[in-house]
């Protein structure tokens, strides 16, 4: 028998502080198990906007992409639009002197609806169409990152102008993070591949786009993949793509003066977990970077780097209502979100914890398995969670580390309106994103 079923009101009072380091940095408890987000009750909120809701803290948005400049202030930080992309978020970025990667002629629609500097703006992708091309080209993007041959036909005959690329490359570094998102490794659809020889692979597109008049050849970029906790991976990265780059002043007589070292810093998800250690990250760096330059004679490059999650996911939390719990050999407790607003433990298995909000329960503690309303068995958010044993419908959960890859992850799947992104600072709530409605949803089918 445990303490906490000795003496049942033990368990939640000695659990009742939050768990450190992955909620976001405003987050408290107040009184009557009440938990306050940048300054405004949760509660209120979820009486406020509906559930679930995303709930976005614009001063640590805003904090974690100043310490990123901070830290490294004569690189260009690229916030990576895909993990959350509304004008919102875009224009706080761009306030905070980020600049913005893209992979879509809709991310660069919603950069150009609230005029983020162009020469600010980079697009990714493998397989742009020719919409994301033109594009990037009409609003005067200065660098697209090209990833094949095919591609770099089809951008010169499109560009007119000098337009800038870097060439994607995969630097075979296995940074140790879910295969699904795993992406600077070998035999996966990314970049130009280094197994051959460098001037036979890369250095043939090197010479395709210095063959197109409208292109200009910037750099190199890579990405080893994303949730990557250790800092040694990007050293090893980097190291690779100075030789990558000495290798084509001798094959190709080019010295390129820009690298991209892509994003993919990771965050805490469960008490526990490793972060990302952003001070020895660029102490690292500079020590690679210095070494390897000096040793082959080559010019430092201009570097970029590409952090997405690491600017928003700490800053955001959802808060469901439980819909119903239901006991028997494993206790769930459904609420009224699931898989269509969190499709990270379908797609990659990851684990999340929530926490009663709202009340505060005397009951002990349980292991329990919170499950999402999708007609899917693997609709689960949370695993193994320890809840009080009388939560209930109409009780609410906060779920914490939301902000990237949630919302801009989000489907309607069984036709369920997304949720709202709410943004609050110092107390005050905006809604940036409205919720899905039947309306919206009726709209598309033309019948
Ligand atoms: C996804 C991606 C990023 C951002 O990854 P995070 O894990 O969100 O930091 C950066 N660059 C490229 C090319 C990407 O594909």
């Known amino acids: 028998m445990t303490l906490s079923e000795l003496l049942p009101s033990l368990g939640c009072e000695a659990a009742d502080h939050l768990e450190p380091g992955i909620w976001p940095r405003s987050t408290r408890l107040g ?5 306050l987000f940048a300054g405004a009750p949760v509660s209120h909120l979820a009486a406020r906007f509906g559930t679930p809701a995303y709930l976005l803290d614009e001063d640590e948005v805003r904090q974690n992409a100043r310490a990123y400049r901070k830290a490294l202030p004569d690189a260009e930080v690229a916030y990576a639009s895909k993990a959350l992309c509304t004008r919102a978020v875009l224009r706080w970025v761009a306030e905070e002197g980020l600049s913005l990667d893209t992979c879509s002629a809709g991310e660069i629609a919603v950069a150009r609806s609230i005029g983020f500097p162009a020469e600010r703006i980079l697009l990714h992708g493998n397989a742009k169409t020719p919409e994301d091309l033109k594009a990037a080209l009409s609003y005067g993007v200065r660098r697209i990152v090209v990833d094949s041959l095919d591609e770099i036909e089809q951008l010169g005959a499109l560009a007119t102008g000098a337009q800038q690329v870097l060439i994607r490359v995969t630097p075979d570094v296995a940074a140790g993070t879910h295969a699904a998102i795993t992406t600077g490794t070998e035999g996966q659809k990314f970049g130009f ?13 090197v010479s395709a786009v210095l063959a197109q008049p409208g292109l200009r050849l910037a750099g190199l970029h890579c990405h080893i993949g994303s949730q990557v906790s250790r800092v ?20 190709n007589g080019v010295t390129l003066r820009e690298l991209d070292l892509g994003g993919g810093h990771a ?6 977990d490793t972060g990302f250690d952003i001070d020895g990250y660029v102490r690292r760096l500079r020590v690679a970077l210095a070494y390897e330059c ?3 004679g080559f010019p430092l490059p201009k570097l970029t780097i590409e952090p997405g999650r690491a600017i928003v996911g700490p800053a955001g939390i959802t808060v469901y209502r439980v819909c119903a719990v239901k006991r028997g050999s494993r206790t769930f407790v459904a609420v009224d979100g699931g898989m269509s607003d969190n499709a990270r433990p379908a797609l990659y298995g ?10 505060r329960s005397r009951s002990a503690r349980r292991p329990m398995t919170v499950v999402g309303r ?4 693997g609709d689960v958010l949370a695993d193994g969670l320890s809840l009080p044993d009388d939560v209930r419908p109409g009780d609410l959960l906060a779920v914490p580390c939301t902000g990237a890859y949630h919302h801009s992850l989000a489907s309607n799947y069984n036709l369920v309106g997304r949720p709202p992104v709410v943004g609050v600072s110092r107390g005050t709530a905006t809604l940036l994103v409205r919720r899905e409605t039947e309306e919206d949803l009726l709209k598309r089918d033309l019948g």
């Open 31 to 35: 009184p009557g198990g009440e938990l």
């Open 193 to 205: 591949s280094l197994r051959e020889e460098v001037r036979d692979n890369l250095g043939r597109a």
């Open 232 to 251: 040694d991976f990007y050293e090893l990265a980097a190291r690779k793509m100075i030789g990558v780059l000495v290798a084509l002043r001798e094959s």
């Open 267 to 272: 965050v805490r998800y469960l008490p526990g």
């Open 294 to 296: 000096t040793s082959h």
């Open 350 to 359: 990851a684990a999340y914890t929530a926490r009663l909000i709202g009340r």
């Open 374 to 377: 999708h007609c899917e068995s």
